[in-house]
Structure formats: C-alpha cells, structure tokens
C-alpha cells in the first residue's frame, strides 16, 4: 500500500513539474518586455509608418540564420537593393519607378564556364513591402486582426509592437517597428495548439541606418557573367 501512494506521488510530481515547465516556456515564449501603451495607435498609422520605412532611403540589414537556411545580407541605398547569400552576391535591384531593373547571380555555370545572370527589366512589384521585405498581413483586413501592443526601447531605438493574428487561427506574426523611420526590426511567427506553443520563430534584421555607401550599391560588372535578358 505505502508502495502504491509512494508511486502516485512521484507521478504528480511529474507532472506537476510538466505543467509548470510548459507554464514557464509561454511565459517566456510570449514575454515582450515592459511595453508602454499610453500611446496607442491605429491599424492605419501603422500601415502608413510601414510605408514611411518603404520609402527609407539608406539601411543594412541580416537576418539571422535559422538551422535550414543560409545567411542574407541586403544593402539598401537611394532606391536600389543588393542581397548576398553566404557573402556572395545574389541580387541587385534598381527599384525606381523609370529605371528598374533586377539582375539575379545564379549558382550555375553557362558552357563557358562563367555563372548565368539573369537581368529583367520593367517587373511588377507587390505592394505591403519594404524593398521586398513584405509586410502584407498588416494590410490583410479580411484575413488577419490586429492588436497594438505597445512601445518598448531597445538598442538605443523606441520600438513599435504589433500583433497580427489569423482570423479563426492560433497563428499570429508580431512586428517590431522602428518608431522613428518605420523600417521593420524584426518579426516574431508563432503557432499553438490549444495554449501550448508549438511553433514560435523570432528573426531580428539586425538593422544598420544609413551605413550604406554608393559603393555597396553599385550596379555588377555583367562582362564577368554569362547574361540572359527578358
């Protein structure tokens, strides 16, 4: 008998600890720091500071590698955007409404020996993005509730926090948006079943303002690349 109640005791230990371990990670999981809400802002002057960091003339940014995917670096100056991935050249992108054009770097070799570049001119561009960096839930009304969630510094910078959830779905995006210029910090996507967390993916930019050169920006030598056009 004191076997069995001995047994029972240390399985509501376990799980107990269980529980408590779970509660601990939401915590974590879903902890913002301390977010001043005395300001709150609607929906729509969200947007428009989104689309003052679209229109933001000078910035670097990295996202942070995740285990399956390769590291990429955007330098954005005066309209233009050139991505490296793993430090080598993948794109550069004249974004100006006379002038664009986007040539791509391909990791594959023409019979010459020299890597295929693909240069398209006069493309389409989506709407709800800074330099291609998309922001699109913010303007999904049908799709997508928003909630302010405050303003917090950090870095030195006062940070703007939203919540973006799917509408019937535990899956929700919080943006993190510089106060100051409207360019997106970082995002944070996180998935639940029930109020468990069974996804949650934070990715900080690592955003640099106005560091970018002309030099950076430069448009690439085509000669070393064997060119398709369309």
Request: proline share 1%; with cysteine; hydrophobic share 35%.
């Amino acid at each position: 008998m004191k076997k069995s109640i001995k047994i029972l005791l240390i399985v509501a230990i376990i799980i107990v600890l269980l529980l408590l371990s779970i509660f601990i990670r939401e915590i974590v999981l879903s902890n913002e720091g301390n977010l001043d809400k005395s300001n709150p802002m609607t929906r729509e002057e969200v947007i428009s500071l989104l689309e003052k960091g679209a229109n933001y003339k000078n910035y670097y940014y990295r996202c942070d590698p995740s285990v399956d995917t390769l590291e990429t670096e955007y330098y954005i100056k005066d309209g233009i955007s050139v991505c490296y991935v793993d430090g080598k050249l993948h794109s550069w992108t004249n974004f100006s409404e006379n002038e664009k054009e986007r040539i791509t770097i391909w990791d594959t070799k023409a019979d010459d020996g020299k890597l295929i570049a693909t240069v398209v001119k006069d493309f389409t561009t989506t709407e709800s993005n800074q330099m291609s960096y998309d922001y699109s839930l913010v303007t999904d009304y049908e799709n997508y509730d928003f909630e302010y969630l405050g303003q917090k510094e950090e870095n030195g910078r006062d940070i703007t926090v939203i919540k973006m959830q799917a509408i019937g779905s535990n899956t929700y995006t919080n943006f993190y948006i510089d106060t100051e210029t409207g360019v997106i910090m970082a995002r944070k996507d996180v998935s639940k079943a029930l109020f468990i967390t069974t996804y949650a993916n934070y990715s900080n930019r690592n955003v640099q303002f106005d560091v970018v050169t002309d030099e950076n920006v430069t448009r690439p030598d085509l000669s070393e690349y064997n060119v398709l056009e369309s």
